[in-house]
């Protein structure tokens, strides 16, 4: 399986350092804001899934969503709405000692499930990460509130810290390509569902034209 996945939040949230994390291991410390799309994959359930990451800049995507909440026209074809229409998932990041951060991927969550569904896609899979974990001492955002956040928005929901584990953002990205799989799975299946009923309903008729010989 391949897939999509789009890695937003506002500044300095820890985006790239959550990917690099995932990619190699490891927490540099200090990243720029380069715009990157990166490759990785792992084995679930004896099946290779390869997913690309893009981890993208916040300011510009700031710009895109004050257009479109002005009803701009020219924002149909945003470079937003194609990063959605790109995306099979999101990971969006806020960290536990910014509010704003937060408030932002409140914010976010009903942009990409409004984008997707004008783009005809109903499910979306969405991960809400809590970044900074091991900055508890100045936390401002309980576990609670990203929690509900993520339960009324149907979106996954986990809180790590880049700077100190790589399990818990492995945990995050593997559970966000999971729900995508499914995602994916359930989209193709229902096609088969559909012939099944087609195919059971010409049976019907076709015995029905043979009992009437
Ligand atoms: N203590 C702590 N610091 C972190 C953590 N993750 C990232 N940081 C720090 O937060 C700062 C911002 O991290 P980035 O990964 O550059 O954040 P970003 O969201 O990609 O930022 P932009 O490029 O501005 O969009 C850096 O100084 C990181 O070292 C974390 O889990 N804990």
Redesign the pocket.
């Given at each position: 399986m391949e897939a999509n996945v789009v890695v937003l939040?506002t500044?300095?949230?820890?985006?790239?350092?959550l990917t690099v994390r995932l990619l190699t291991r490891r927490f540099i410390?200090?990243?720029g804001?380069i715009e990157s799309i990166y490759s990785h994959s792992f084995i679930a359930d004896g099946r290779e899934i390869s997913f690309s990451i893009w981890d993208s800049?916040?300011s510009e995507m700031l710009r895109e969503l004050k257009c479109r909440t002005s009803q701009d026209p020219s924002a149909e074809t945003s470079p937003f709405q194609k990063k959605v229409r790109w995306a099979d998932g999101f990971l969006l990041?806020y960290s536990i000692c910014d509010r704003a951060s937060f408030n932002a991927v409140g914010k976010l969550v009903q942009s990409i499930k409004s984008t997707k569904e004008l783009l005809g896609d109903e499910k979306v899979p969405i991960a809400i990460v809590g970044?900074?974990r091991?900055?508890h001492h100045r936390r401002t955002v309980p576990s609670e509130e990203g929690r509900l956040l993520a339960l009324d928005a149907d979106c996954l929901f986990y809180e790590v810290?880049?700077?100190?584990n790589y399990h818990s953002v492995l945990t995050a990205f593997h559970g966000l390509v999971e729900r995508m799989r499914d995602a994916k799975l359930a989209t193709t299946k229902r096609p088969l569902r559909l012939r099944g009923i087609v195919k059971s309903m010409s049976a019907v008729f076709a015995r029905r034209r043979t009992d009437s010989l």
């Amino acid at each position: 399986m391949e897939a999509n996945v789009v890695v937003l939040g506002t500044d300095s949230v820890g985006k790239s350092a959550l990917t690099v994390r995932l990619l190699t291991r490891r927490f540099i410390g200090e990243y720029g804001d380069i715009e990157s799309i990166y490759s990785h994959s792992f084995i679930a359930d004896g099946r290779e899934i390869s997913f690309s990451i893009w981890d993208s800049p916040y300011s510009e995507m700031l710009r895109e969503l004050k257009c479109r909440t002005s009803q701009d026209p020219s924002a149909e074809t945003s470079p937003f709405q194609k990063k959605v229409r790109w995306a099979d998932g999101f990971l969006l990041v806020y960290s536990i000692c910014d509010r704003a951060s937060f408030n932002a991927v409140g914010k976010l969550v009903q942009s990409i499930k409004s984008t997707k569904e004008l783009l005809g896609d109903e499910k979306v899979p969405i991960a809400i990460v809590g970044n900074k974990r091991d900055l508890h001492h100045r936390r401002t955002v309980p576990s609670e509130e990203g929690r509900l956040l993520a339960l009324d928005a149907d979106c996954l929901f986990y809180e790590v810290s880049a700077a100190e584990n790589y399990h818990s953002v492995l945990t995050a990205f593997h559970g966000l390509v999971e729900r995508m799989r499914d995602a994916k799975l359930a989209t193709t299946k229902r096609p088969l569902r559909l012939r099944g009923i087609v195919k059971s309903m010409s049976a019907v008729f076709a015995r029905r034209r043979t009992d009437s010989l």
